[in-house]
């Protein structure tokens, strides 16, 4: 069985019961030392193995081409540094952020959303900064769930919306993606006895690691289902930007205009390559705004007001930038695609994201972790496997496409000697 902290899910589709009895192993000159048994789900690691292979590949002299991780290569643009850099010299910014932050992050970020999406959101009770969207999505459970409620996840899917379900001693239930439904979750496939005990349902799309984008109408169904059954409608958003055709995808609240159930989740990170700062923001329903800042302000004082302003001059700015890092990420993306069908490899053309999802070749079809530990060893290229991103990934692989693409061309010259 392989879990996934940081990036991925465990491939299980429906998880051990909170209760259950877990030994946590012990050094033989340590005393047994009890911990919870919310921890248990979160001891093992794909990407643990996937460091081990690496750090042994590095040790025999290959040189690391690393495409496993989902964070960009490209540098934080000059205004948002400057407004960083102005904020240090401010001694009125290195105190305690109490509650909810700052009134003009609050402001950017609405008018941010009203912009791209056309609905106005209250900067006061609508919007709640964070440190990293992933922050917000793994705290937000502990203000959803009683223990033993269930999430209802995706599958693959990303690894904080498992994590923060376990920590809140909530049950999963997991929604396969299949190619088939085009990525996309089939709300009448989950058994009516868990819907009744769901509390909370995680969407994300364009998706991590699929690459999937989902249509307005299809958040409308999702929307209409959690209404009926009174679920929380989560939707994390990092790719909101990191879209290679179209005017652009939907954001849950447009199915949702009144904000009835939904929150949705922005990050920085991606759009302007700001993932080291930490800083993300959640829009939505003012009720869960406000449980989720209850949360945060039992356990965290804010992101730093410096970030904090860095971030307005993000949203603020010139967003140049971002259409920039767009192009480039489209030209990694053909780039990368046409030399992995040149060396006879057909994957899809990602429509969204920073990844290409790949359907393993045989005798890989139903070994993603022995394919990615091998081939790290024995070519240097490290990808992730797509069964640490949960059950339904496996026989899969993600390409983090996070160097130029004369290094991914390099990348593939090596899969295919791997593959021959
Ligand atoms: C689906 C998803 N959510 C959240 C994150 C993390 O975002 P942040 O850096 O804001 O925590 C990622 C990063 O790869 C992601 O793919």
Redesign the pocket.
């Known amino acids: 069985m392989y879990w996934l902290i940081g990036?991925g899910t465990q491939n299980h589709a429906q998880y051990p019961l909170a209760n259950a009895q877990y030994p946590l192993p012990t050094s033989n000159s340590q005393k047994k030392m009890q911990f919870a048994q919310r921890l248990q789900p979160l001891q093992s690691n794909v990407f643990a193995d996937m460091d081990i292979a690496k750090a042994a590949a590095l040790a025999a002299g290959r040189d690391l081409i690393d495409l496993s991780l989902?964070s960009s290569d490209l540098p934080t643009e000059n205004h948002v540094i400057d407004a960083i850099a102005q904020s240090l010299h401010d001694p009125s910014t290195h105190g305690y952020l109490l509650f909810h932050g700052t009134q003009a992050f609050r402001q950017a970020a609405a008018t941010w959303y009203e912009q791209k999406f056309g609905i106005s959101v209250n900067p006061e009770t609508e919007v709640l900064p964070l440190i990293?969207?992933?922050?917000g999505?793994a705290h937000l459970p502990l203000a959803i769930l009683n223990p033993g409620d269930y999430a209802l996840l995706l599958d693959p899917g990303?690894p904080?919306h498992v994590g923060g379900v376990y920590l809140a001693s909530g049950q999963i239930y997991t929604m396969p993606l299949l190619a088939e439904n085009h990525f996309l979750p089939v709300f009448a496939d989950i058994p009516d006895e868990i819907v009744a005990k769901s509390k909370m349902m995680v969407l994300?799309y364009p998706h991590?690691p699929t690459t999937a984008i989902a249509t307005l109408a299809f958040f409308e169904e999702a929307v209409r289902f959690c209404q009926k059954h009174n679920i929380v409608l989560v939707h994390?958003f990092?790719y909101v930007d990191l879209i290679f055709e179209g005017k652009g995808v939907p954001s849950i609240l447009q199915a949702d205009r009144e904000k009835s159930i939904s929150i949705e989740f922005f990050?920085l990170?991606k759009s302007y390559n700001m993932?080291g700062f930490?800083i993300?923001y959640a829009i939505g329903n003012a009720e869960l705004i406000r449980a989720l800042r209850q949360v945060k302000a039992a356990v965290d004082f804010n992101q730093y007001k410096g970030i904090l302003n860095g971030a307005i001059a993000a949203l603020t700015g010139s967003q140049t930038g971002v259409d920039a890092g767009v192009n480039i990420f489209r030209q990694r993306r053909d780039t990368f695609i046409a030399a992995l069908h040149h060396i006879g490899w057909e994957v899809p053309t990602p429509p969204a994201t920073m990844y290409v999802w790949a359907k393993l070749p045989a005798p890989w079809t139903h070994n993603s972790v022995d394919f990615c530990t091998k081939l790290v060893k024995e070519t240097g290229v490290a990808v992730s496997p797509g069964s640490g991103f949960g059950k339904s990934g496996e026989g899969y692989v993600r390409f983090a496409l996070v160097h130029n693409p004369s290094i991914l061309e390099i990348a593939v010259e090596r899969i295919a000697e791997f593959l021959h």
């Open positions: 990036e989902g990293g969207s992933q922050e999505t990303y904080s994300s991590n994390d990092p990050t990170s993932g930490r993300g």
